[in-house]
């Protein structure tokens, strides 16, 4: 029997996405074309988009704002033409809904025949049988009728083979790819377990028919996911930017793409800027799809550019392990975070974990700073088709999530960071009108200074003492939607370095909640802000009070109460027994215990009690939600 990664088509009721990055646009005009041999780096924004301390009088003072400008792009170059596709069939742009709908129950499909092409190329092989391990809630890869399937196995492969099957496959990316059409809904079938050192998929050109028959690249045979190894800083091992690689109806599931000498636990460590990597789209691709991938300190990049906006992009269900630079103790010029997302029409950013971005706790110079974050989503005029919801996000240098471009965002779980997300971006960027400000839902927990990492704060102008939980700042006339969430608890144990830095004087700037820049109490009701809670977020301050709906059966459970619950439970035997993690990893606290878990999740495995769902739930329930 074959073995694909064919999934479930999950019903959206919402396809827009909202992340976090840290870039800014490009000044007016046409942008510098990058290299048809280099990868042009994305411009990155001088200004974290943070304030600081709070006045006497409440308000939050964004000091840090101001003058934005942009590194210097690579000179123009020139690019070779695109090859001939066909047209684009544009997803409608649905709206943002605050309930999303339920995935379907998974059934197996028949395998479809194959038609002869009328054209001299090799006839498609037979589509494989469904695994019958099939998981509810990954996107349905089945082929179409007349897909090519081309399998690659750098293990067992040769690219004298015909490729078609696997018993005959190609050894090296570039040799599957080279099978692949352009405008034709084929798949690319990687060999679970396999290696790829210093190879690409840069060389895909084109793209798929349209959005029901993507091109598809994902893995085939059981196994860890296909790995593809970035041991120089060239080739990028996944990077599409303009001219001829510009891409359409793209879906890439499954693989695991990892910077090796940005691993500690790899015996070729060096932490230095120089290896670093990112995985760009830059320009006008369409309808990209980004699923049950582990990008490891890796930064995602989907970025308008000359003058043509990203349409369409879904990222579900990945794992991000924390983008980073050997700099960011000294400098705020590179700004690295996992995901950066500017210029979207169409964005859903959905069960994701994103720990870490931005920062490494012992590689040298790589310390916290306020420009870099998990997901930074630039500000822009189409936030309303931004959705971001029922994510894990963690432990960030500054924000969790930045969505300067507002949106929905619904049902996250934020833990550790500085900053759990922002919404907006004040009076100099105002939002067309119907964009929604949204925020429902979201559980923040055990709020951490920026202060952390080695030589953390050696520059000017690094680091503050802010610790904000949901901080709201669109214009102070654009209405807010802002319910349901549920902010509390300092990680008061492990984050005390803040103490020493000049401006510790005044203690940590808290606020759980921060709506047009001053602290929301119910005692100064704000128009647009339901019912939320705040609880213990920090008790050093007497003006951060906290306020909810009532008292509480057993308030304040954190991620590492929800993983000695897991363990209590059972959960965590079965996981290793059924294969949704490949093992039980502890951390130096059950908080780290979790993340452990949810970072090494089995490709194709799923299970609610892992994800943000789960955490929010058992959190909320102490709280009487």
């Given amino acids: 029997m074959h073995h694909h990664r064919h999934r479930v088509l999950l019903v959206l009721s919402a396809l827009s996405l909202a992340l976090v990055g840290a870039c800014e646009p490009a000044p007016e005009g046409r942008e510098a074309a990058p290299s048809p041999t280099h990868e042009a780096p994305a411009p990155d924004d001088p200004d974290g988009g943070q304030g600081a301390d709070p006045s006497p009088t409440g308000e939050i003072d964004d000091r840090f704002g101001g003058d934005e400008s942009r590194p210097k792009e690579p000179a123009p170059s020139p690019s070779p033409s695109p090859s ?42 037979p589509d494989p049988e469904p695994r019958p391990d099939a998981v509810e809630g990954f996107t349905d890869l089945t082929p179409s009728s007349d897909s090519r399937l081309v399998y690659v196995s750098s293990s067992a492969g040769s690219d004298s083979n015909d490729c078609l099957s696997e018993a005959k496959p190609c050894k090296t990316l570039a040799g599957g790819i080279s099978h692949l059409r352009s405008g034709y809904p084929d798949h690319l079938y990687l060999k679970s377990g396999d290696v790829w050192r ?7 050109r084109g793209g798929g028919r349209s959005p029901a028959e993507p091109m598809v690249v994902t893995s085939y045979g059981e196994g860890a996911r296909p790995l593809l190894e970035a041991w120089a800083s060239t080739p990028n091992t996944m990077s599409f930017n303009t001219g001829g690689r510009m891409v359409h109806h793209l879906s890439v599931v ?27 789209f830059l320009g006008g691709h369409t309808n990209i799809l980004l699923e049950d991938n582990v990008f490891d300190h890796r930064k995602v990049v989907f970025q308008h550019w000359d003058g043509r906006n990203v349409e369409d992009i879904a990222i579900r269900r990945n794992i991000f ?59 822009s005029d189409l936030g309303a088709t931004h959705v971001v919801r029922n994510n894990i996000v963690t432990r960030a240098s500054s924000h969790g999530i930045q969505m300067r471009s507002g949106g929905l965002a619904e049902k996250n779980f934020y833990g550790r960071n500085a900053i759990g997300m922002m919404m907006g971006y004040g009076q100099d960027k105002p939002l067309p009108a119907g964009t929604p400000v949204k925020a429902h839902d979201n559980v923040v927990t055990e709020g951490h200074s920026m202060i952390k990492g ?57 606020a759980a909640y921060t709506i047009f820049r001053k602290r929301f109490h119910p005692d100064t009701p704000v128009k647009g802000v339901g019912d939320n809670i705040s609880w213990k977020w920090n008790p050093e301050r007497a003006d951060d009070r906290d306020f909810g709906h009532g008292s509480y059966s057993d308030p304040g459970r954190t991620l590492g109460d ?18 949704t993690v490949d093992k039980v990893r502890t951390g130096a606290d059950d908080f780290e215990s979790f993340l452990e878990l949810a970072l090494h999740r089995s490709p194709g495995a799923w299970d609610a009690r892992l994800s943000a769902s789960g955490i929010n739930d058992y959190i909320r329930t102490g709280f009487g939600w």
């Fill in 84 to 125: 001939p596709s066909p047209k684009v069939t544009p997803r409608p742009k649905p709206s943002p809904s605050p309930t999303p709908t339920a995935s379907p129950k998974p059934s197996p499909k028949p395998s479809p025949k194959p038609s002869p092409e009328p054209s001299p190329e090799p006839s498609p092989t």
């Fill in 198 to 204: 210093d190879e690409s998929l840069n060389t895909i």
């Fill in 254 to 280: 499954g693989l695991h793409l990892k910077n090796v000498k940005l691993d500690d636990n790899h015996p070729e460590f060096t932490g230095k800027k120089a290896d670093a990597q990112n995985s760009m």
């Fill in 321 to 379: 392990t924390g983008a980073y630079t050997s700099t960011s103790s000294y400098s705020q010029d590179d700004r690295p975070s996992n995901m950066y997302l500017s210029g979207i029409d169409g964005l859903l950013l959905e069960e994701n974990v994103f720990d870490h971005g931005g920062w490494h706790p012992t590689a040298e110079g790589a310390a916290a700073n306020m420009y870099n974050h998990n997901v930074y989503i630039q500000y």
């Fill in 454 to 510: 080695h030589d953390y704060c050696q520059g000017n102008n690094l680091c503050t003492t802010a610790l904000w939980g949901l901080e709201i700042i669109p214009p102070n006339t654009h209405p807010i939607d802002i319910d349901h969430n549920l902010v509390h608890s300092r990680t008061t144990s492990v984050d005390e370095e803040w103490r020493t830095l000049p401006a510790a004087r005044y203690g940590l700037q808290s």
């Fill in 562 to 579: 929800y993983y000695q619950h897991l363990r209590s439970t059972g959960a965590l035997d079965q996981w290793v027994e059924d294969g």
